[in-house]
């Protein structure tokens, strides 16, 4: 690349980030006008973890259950993250974990209202519906068709929330032993229930977790209703012990924000632990602004975050201590 593209391709850059930035602030503040609209108070809306604020109901899925997905690698057409060969399976339409920097949200809010009504407008984490029509989609799924494919579980929810567990385990049951394999995408400790199941077809599952920071202040905002980000490791642990493929996404790391300001340290303090845990997939990825997110972190935490910089500075960081610990894994890049 020539100096004139270099400096064409620094300005569409420099656009693209203004623009993005002008979309947040709309975003955020139309968000504001609709929780007040709503009555909906700002509190409640994000640290209210109380599920009677929440809006629970059923709705008919559509089959094949197994739908494409772009969360693959970039040879089968993906966005270059290796959680799949190109297909996921979501059977919920919210996801009562809530974690403020989320962005399936936006997708139900354009979509979901045709299909469960207008409680997608709730907050994120308000609204939950599950199939009411599930063992015939299970039933009228080919899942052979996936033999050898590997299939991510899930991409717009965790399949293993407290409501999801015997969709789950059905999905899997029927799913396992025509070959399916499955990413399991997970930041809750219900996993290890179905430890029983997925032991039987080790060469079909990967089990991965997510975690985006161990500083409990930041985590008690951006995730208030997960549990602690340590017991994510026992996941890991747990499925070693019975021979699972497994994996860790520490993500989003966040820039530095007055309630957890060193986030290198944070990331170190994280790696120091896989070190001892040893997954064999390891990835990283900064936060990044998507959809709405960003408006609904800057009001969790009462800052903007400054994400200037701070995605090519960290993925620096990530590889300087993956060399330090003597792991493997990869960043993945805000494209
Ligand atoms: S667990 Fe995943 S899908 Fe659910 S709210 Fe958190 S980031 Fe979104």
């Known amino acids: 690349m020539n100096f004139g ?3 064409v391709e620094v300005k569409q850059n420099q656009m693209r980030r203004e623009a993005a930035l002008k979309a947040w602030s709309t975003i955020r503040l139309n968000r504001i006008k609709e929780i007040k609209k709503r009555n909906e108070s700002l509190e409640s809306y994000m640290f209210n973890a109380n599920s009677r604020t929440i809006t629970f109901g059923e709705y008919k899925i559509a089959t094949p259950l197994i739908k494409p ?5 970039v040879k089968n057409g993906g966005i270059g993250k290796e959680l799949s060969d190109g297909w996921a399976i979501n059977y919920a339409i919210g996801c009562t974990h809530a974690c403020r920097f989320c962005y399936v949200d936006n997708i139900h809010k354009r979509y ?3 299909r469960v009504g207008n409680a997608v407008h709730k907050a994120w984490g308000n609204y939950f519906f599950v199939p009411n029509n599930i063992d ?3 039933e009228d799924t080919n899942w052979s068709k996936w033999k050898g494919i590997e299939v991510m579980m899930s991409s717009t929810h965790d399949a293993y929330l407290p409501q999801l567990l015997p969709i789950t385990r059905k999905i ?4 396992l032993p025509e070959g399916v394999k499955f990413c399991i995408q997970t930041r809750s400790p219900l996993a290890i229930r179905d430890f029983d199941l997925l032991k039987d077809y080790k060469s079909q599952i990967r089990i991965q977790v997510s975690i985006a920071t161990l500083n409990h202040d930041l985590a008690r905002v951006v995730e208030s209703r997960v549990s602690p980000p340590e017991g994510r490791f026992k996941i890991l642990e747990k499925a070693k012990e019975v021979g699972l493929d497994t994996g860790i996404i520490i993500a989003p790391v966040f820039p530095s924000v007055k309630i957890r300001p060193l986030p290198f340290e944070d990331l170190e303090n994280i790696l120091q632990i896989v070190a001892k845990v040893r997954p064999d997939h390891i990835y990283g990825e900064s936060l990044h602004m998507r959809g709405s997110n960003m408006g609904e972190i800057e009001m969790a935490l009462g800052e903007r ?3 200037e910089g701070f995605d090519k500075k960290m993925q620096r960081a990530f590889n300087i201590l993956l060399k330090k610990y003597k792991l493997e894994g990869v960043w993945w890049p805000d494209f």
């Not at 997905?69 to 690698?73: G, M, P, V």
């Open 136 to 138: 015939q989609a299970i």
């Open 172 to 175: 899997l049951e029927r799913a």
């Open 112 to 114: 979901g209202e045709a």
């Open 69 to 73: 997905s772009k969360l693959t690698n």
């Open 305 to 307: 975050p400054n994400l």
């Open 5 to 7: 593209q270099k400096q």
